[in-house]
């Protein structure tokens, strides 16, 4: 059987190999020239294989549709994966967060892995190939299920319909800006989504799916960095000055900008409604236009399903709360500095806290303490200390926006889940097509789970070949 794959990525390959084991003729096409660019750049070039937790786990983290990955899950698994990559002399380590990577450090050597699979299994690779459309067959009509020529007429693409009345013959591509036709039995869709484009996943698999018949549900960014606000409150002397209301939390990001808090707890807050939308704790980062970082990203992926989240961030009704020492309550904070400043008695305020805190945040804490900063420590009153502790424990960034599509790590939407088959990944719609990956509207948290669901479906949507 010619089974003809459409994307290269980390889906696309599994895919690939799972076809390829079943003993049919497959074909991988890749619109960039190589396969794997977005695997490359995954967890900062290290490639976050996966997650070590129970694999029945992984569905709590899985905001976008996890439960339609329950088959997929169970048929290949995180330790499946490792397993793969081990018989190509990849050996893996565990990070904090069940982060699981190469020993190596080096996304290159997870991709070869795939490549090496692929080439023993005589998979056919054709790279710089742009797919424009899915040719299909009308099944109710008089066409031949057998006929042997393939057309690329316009009667005979994406004809519209609610049941299954069309099958798959062929996939049209451009390759050196020649129009070319493939043949094919059956064909897998895994383009990936609409982030990263220079990558390749320019949203491609969603107007050809559409095309066909299938629904795309709302494209939006997740795991996104987000905006801080840029209401301007108060200057002083053409120099900022911070202010509990944090009104301009804009320039305090742009102030921060590189420093990277480790271990901290956030919480996301709609003040508005005085409502908890996502705590986490573990490490996130300022940079020039707001914050970033793996709680971060992950929190947005809980932002975007929030009602009304448009609106409130425009609105300035959603802010970032984050606890600098979580490991300790007011009281034992408050014990901790006392026992500094005696230490510190005859130094002043400014230069009493950097073996509290990084040397970048010293400055807006002071401000926002509201403490003179060459005040000796030994003159701060017990009042200036417990608010001091509150800051510590409550240091606040208005968020106003998720930055654009194209700077999330993956998308949120896609293929409607209504319209495949969860145990095969096949169209209902359509015969003889499959998805797998990024390109089916299911989306995670950081962690690895992202990858897991492009392996899991693609090697799903190859074995049921």
Do not use: W
Request: aromatic content about 6%; overall charge positive.
């Amino acid at each position: 059987m010619k089974v003809v794959i459409i994307g290269g990525g980390p889906a696309g390959m599994m895919a690939g190999i799972s076809s390829a084991k079943n003993g049919n003729e497959v074909v991988i096409l890749e619109k960039m020239n190589m396969l794997g660019k977005k695997l490359l750049i995954t967890g900062k070039g290290r490639c976050n294989i996966t997650s070590s937790l129970n694999i029945s786990e992984f569905i709590q983290n899985i905001p976008g549709n996890g439960r339609f990955l329950y088959s997929s899950f169970e048929k290949f698994t995180n330790q499946d994966i490792i397993e793969f990559l081990e018989k190509h002399n990849v050996k893996v380590k565990e990070e904090r967060g069940n982060r699981i990577f190469p020993v190596s450090d080096k996304s290159i050597d997870v991709l070869n892995a795939f490549l090496e699979e692929l080439k023993k299994l005589n998979v056919k690779i054709i790279t710089n190939a742009k797919v424009e459309k899915i040719i299909t067959e009308n099944t109710q009509s008089g066409i031949s299920k057998n006929s042997n020529s393939v057309s690329t007429d316009e009667t005979s693409i994406g004809l519209k319909c609610s049941t299954i009345a069309k099958k798959v013959i062929g996939v049209v591509y451009i390759k050196n800006e020649n129009r070319i036709v493939e043949k094919a039995d059956k064909i897998i869709l895994a383009t990936g989504g609409n982030s990263y484009q220079s990558t390749g996943s320019t949203g491609d698999g969603y107007n050809i799916a559409k095309e066909l018949g299938h629904t795309i549900t709302k494209i939006v960014p997740s795991l996104v960095p987000m905006t801080a606000n840029n209401i301007k409150e108060k200057e002083q002397n053409n120099e900022f000055v911070y202010n509990s209301n944090y009104e301009n939390s804009l320039n305090l990001c742009k102030d921060l900008q590189g420093l990277s808090l480790r271990n901290v707890e956030i919480k996301f807050e709609d003040i508005e409604k005085n409502k908890i939308i996502y705590k986490d704790f573990g490490e996130m980062l300022f940079t020039h236009f707001g914050i970033s970082g793996p709680t971060i990203l992950s929190g947005t992926a809980h932002l975007l399903r929030y009602k009304d989240i448009e609106k409130l961030l425009k609105n300035g009704k959603i802010i970032l709360r984050i606890d600098l020492k979580p490991a300790l309550n007011e009281e034992k904070l408050d014990l901790r500095i006392l026992r500094d400043f005696e230490k510190d008695k005859n130094k002043i305020f400014k230069n009493s806290l950097s073996e509290l805190l990084p040397q970048k945040l010293i400055k807006p804490i002071i401000q926002l303490s509201g403490i003179n900063e060459n005040k000796k420590v030994n003159e701060i009153t017990k009042i200036e200390r417990l608010n001091l502790v509150k800051i510590l424990k409550n240091f606040i960034v208005v968020v106003t926006e998720f930055r654009p599509i194209n700077e999330a790590i993956i998308t949120s939407g896609g293929i409607s889940i209504k319209e495949i088959n969860p145990k095969t990944m096949e169209s209902k719609i359509v015969e003889g097509l499959y998805f797998a990956g990024e390109v089916i509207d299911v989306d995670a948290y950081t962690g690895g789970f992202n990858l897991q669901i492009a392996y899991s479906t693609g090697y799903v949507a190859g074995q049921n070949i």
